[in-house]
């Protein structure tokens, strides 16, 4: 059973700083990955969509980088602003063998930028 | 942009009432999700829809739970009898293809069971 993990838990950064944040799964079976951003009591923003092919996807400030055969992706936001200020919430899709392809979550990392 | 929708924001109910949760999915996409989301927990899959049936659906959606596509473009999830530990927020979500493609969320709804 596909298992996500995301550390830390919680992070606190001042504005202007570069971060990291990582998740962790423990099948490498994977057809994507997804990273997501979510406001409280809010629902989920797609950020980005790595392919089980691809090593990494940037859009704007943010990149985003997949090793499938460690089973690790990590979220790199570059310049903090006090608008990123949310949880992460990392999901990867693994063909269940069914037709399906839901997503597997995290627990999250929740970012909070100082300013 | 087109969006997911999902009606109602909130919900409250009275335990063993009946609910119907509505989702407005992207218009050209053809494969759709439920997702649940218990206070302070993961995100947890309930169930796949595709081609009018249930492709996959997790432990979770047992014999209370069941979805509908009753039109072309409302896809709704009804749980029969709710319980206390159905309290949670209640994500529809969906795909135009399958495993490469974005799956794309509505902003939920929340079901408040009393």
């Known amino acids: 059973k596909q298992e996500v993990t995301q550390i830390p838990a919680a992070l606190s950064v001042p504005e202007g700083e570069n971060l990291v944040l990582n998740c962790s799964f423990t099948d490498s079976a994977i057809y994507n990955l997804q990273w997501f951003r979510q406001d409280p009591g809010k629902g989920l923003t797609s950020l980005l969509l790595?392919?089980?092919?691809?090593r990494e996807q940037t859009s704007g400030r943010l990149n985003a980088s997949l090793d499938k055969s460690s089973g690790r992706s990590t979220l790199y936001i570059a310049a903090s602003q006090p608008g990123d200020s949310a949880t992460y919430l990392c999901a990867v899709v693994a063909a269940s063998g069914a037709g399906s392809y839901q997503l597997t979550f995290g627990k999250g990392t929740k970012l909070s930028v100082i300013p | 942009e087109p969006e997911v929708t999902q009606t109602p924001s909130h919900q409250v109910t009275q335990m063993g009432q009946e609910v119907i949760l509505r989702c407005v999915p992207i218009?050209?996409?053809?494969?759709f999700y439920w997702y649940r989301q218990i206070l302070g927990q993961k995100v947890e899959f309930l169930v796949s829809?595709?081609?009018?049936?249930?492709?996959?659906k997790s432990e979770i959606f047992d014999d209370q739970f069941s979805v509908e596509r009753p039109d072309g473009s409302n896809f709704t999830l009804k749980i029969r009898s709710t319980k206390l530990e159905d309290s949670a927020m209640y994500f529809c979500a969906s795909t135009i293809g399958q495993g490469g493609d974005t799956q794309y969320f509505g902003p939920g709804t929340r079901l408040t069971v009393l």
């Open positions: 829809f595709y081609n009018n049936e249930i492709s996959e």
């Open positions: 790595i392919q089980s092919s691809q």
């Open positions: 218009s050209n996409h053809l494969y």
